[in-house]
T-cell receptor, first 121, second 113 residues
Framework: GAVVSQHPSWVICKSGTSVKIECRSL??????MFWYRQFPKQSLMLMAT?????????EQGVEKDKFLINHASLTLSTLTVTSAHPEDSSFYIC?????????????????FGPGTRLTVL | DAKTTQPPSMDCAEGRAANLPCNHS???????VYWYRQIHSQGPQYIIH???NNETNEMASLIITEDRKSSTLILPHATLRDTAVYYC??????????????FGDGTTLTVKP
């Protein structure tokens, strides 16, 4: 259980185009999803927190107009990189938080997707 | 969330126990210690977590000091597939901010044959 998928697993696009990345919780409902970015040889950096049915909360320094997040259902959040440029090339990882329940077995709470490798030419 | 400090790298012989330390001296009373690992080009994988008692599961053991200012992740019989970056994170569980993990640099564990 607690599987999170991402689509696509990798994408190559031209500079100036927009790219949409999907994050799905396959066997549980997620009221909250998180989006991370990871550059080569660096750690994960939290970009934003996505809450179902409301606006995302962005971390300091992350441009909300460039990284559009939509969390329209309890199992799907999307990250759209608008007008992508080579410096946006990175590994984008989402994670999902289980909706409700505070039993010990769900205190792990955060389940990560496999990541999406974005390369902007 | 409290800041954690981990050694940047460690080596371990295959079949031996790997002991990965983590300092979290500013941990709050309601913060849990979580361990994740990330194998190259994959998403982080949950390993184990704990509040103040030692914990064990099928993957690892977690030893938390009595003052909770540090912990050790133990992989009892490391294999080559355990080569990964290991992250120690402390965060609150069970509220609206739960699940928001701040990742440090982690420890790169290399298991050698």
């Amino acid at each position: 259980g607690a599987v999170v998928s991402q689509h696509p697993s990798w994408v190559i696009c031209k500079s100036g185009t927009s790219v949409k990345i999907e994050c799905r919780s396959l066997d549980f409902q997620a009221t909250t999803m998180f989006w991370y970015r990871q550059f080569p040889k660096q750690s994960l950096m939290l970009m934003a927190t996505s809450n179902e049915g409301s606006k995302a909360t962005y971390e300091q320094g992350v441009e909300k107009d460039k990284f559009l997040i939509n969390h329209a259902s309890l199992t799907l959040s999307t990250l759209t990189v608008t007008s992508a440029h080579p410096e946006d090339s990175s590994f984008y990882i989402c994670s999902a938080r289980v909706a409700g329940g505070f039993s010990r077995t769900v205190y792990n709470e955060q389940f990560f997707g496999p990541g999406t490798r974005l390369t902007v030419l | 969330d409290a800041k954690t400090t981990q050694p940047p790298s460690m080596d371990c012989a295959e079949g031996r126990a790997a002991n990965l330390p983590c300092n979290h001296s500013t941990i709050s009373g309601n913060e849990y210690v979580y361990w994740y690992r990330q194998i190259h080009s994959q998403g982080p994988q949950y390993i184990i977590h704990g509040l103040k008692n030692n914990e064990t599961n099928e993957m690892a053991s977690l030893i938390i000091t009595e003052d909770r200012k540090s912990s050790t992740l133990i992989l009892p019989h490391a294999t080559l597939r355990d080569t990964a970056v290991y992250y120690c994170i402390v965060r609150v569980a069970g509220n609206t901010n739960a699940g928001k993990s701040t990742f440090g640099d982690g420890t790169t564990l290399t298991v050698k044959p």
